[in-house]
């Protein structure tokens, strides 16, 4: 199984930026869908966004504009920027993926917090 690693989480005022970055120890040529998700106190993990078979990317639609989900093959990695941050985007968030060929270990996720 392949660890997720998350990491560039923090505590940042409305309307600021963080950008967060998922790094796995393996091509992620080999990896189908590589997402981000997140899990806010009380409620359940959901999927914000994803670059799914053929590189297509999909928002969930409160964050539309204001994220963008990207990958680095080079660095093995894929990142969320997200803008314009608003209360509601505090959550824990973690990386997700699926591949033909592995299987995947849960971060520890990277903690967001925005402050209004």
């Known amino acids: 199984q392949v660890q997720l690693r998350e990491s560039g989480g923090g505590l940042v005022q409305a309307g600021g930026s963080l950008k967060l970055s998922c790094e796995v120890s393996?091509?992620?040529?080999?990896?189908?869908?590589m997402g981000w998700y997140r899990q806010a106190p009380g409620k359940q993990r959901v999927l914000v966004a994803v670059i799914g078979d053929g590189g297509r990317i999909n928002y969930i639609d409160s964050v539309k504009g204001r994220f963008t989900i990207s990958a680095d093959v080079a660095k093995n990695t894929w990142y969320l920027q997200m803008n314009n941050l608003k209360p509601e985007d505090t959550a824990v968030y973690y990386c997700?993926?699926?591949?033909?060929?592995?299987?995947?270990?849960w971060g520890q996720g990277a903690q967001v917090t925005v402050s209004s």
């Open positions: 997700g993926a699926e591949s033909d060929y592995e299987t995947f270990n």
């Open positions: 393996i091509s992620i040529l080999r990896i189908n869908t």
